[in-house]
């Protein structure tokens, strides 16, 4: 079983920058790894995914340009780098492991998720 745990939510000014992180308790260099978020009463929505690999990456069009996805496999660890971030931004921020491999935006294909972390973005 794989444990996830994500980090370095918090609020900030809009235009301004956050790095979230979320730290495996397992290894996952063979899991695709996504990000997804939640805002009161919406439904979880798509952000960025990841291969295995690193060599694929994709996003939502909501958050090209702006974030950018990335995971370093020997610490266990996948990042979102948010920048330009947008009062729309705000949500809870869910990071998700896939078996399969390969980078998908189906939260029905994930197998294990996190508990969230908070962005709070002011205008």
């Known amino acids: 079983q794989v444990q996830l745990v994500e980090s370095g939510g918090g609020s900030v000014q809009a235009g301004g920058s956050l790095r979230l992180s979320c730290a495996a308790s397992?290894?996952?260099?063979?899991?695709?790894m996504g990000w997804f978020r939640q805002a009161p009463g919406k439904e979880r929505e798509f952000v960025a995914a990841?291969?295995?690999?690193?060599?694929?990456?994709k996003y939502a069009d909501s958050v090209k340009g702006r974030f950018t996805i990335s995971r370093d496999n020997v610490k266990n660890t996948v990042y979102l780098q948010m920048n330009s971030l947008k009062s729309e931004d705000t949500a809870v921020y869910y990071c998700?492991?896939?078996?399969?491999?390969?980078?998908?935006?189906?939260?029905?294909?994930?197998?294990?998720w996190g508990q969230g972390t908070q962005v709070t973005v002011s205008s």
């Open positions: 990841i291969r295995w690999s690193g060599g694929t990456i």
């Open positions: 998700a492991a896939d078996d399969w491999g390969r980078a998908t935006a189906l939260l029905t294909e994930y197998e294990y």
């Open positions: 397992g290894r996952i260099s063979s899991y695709a």
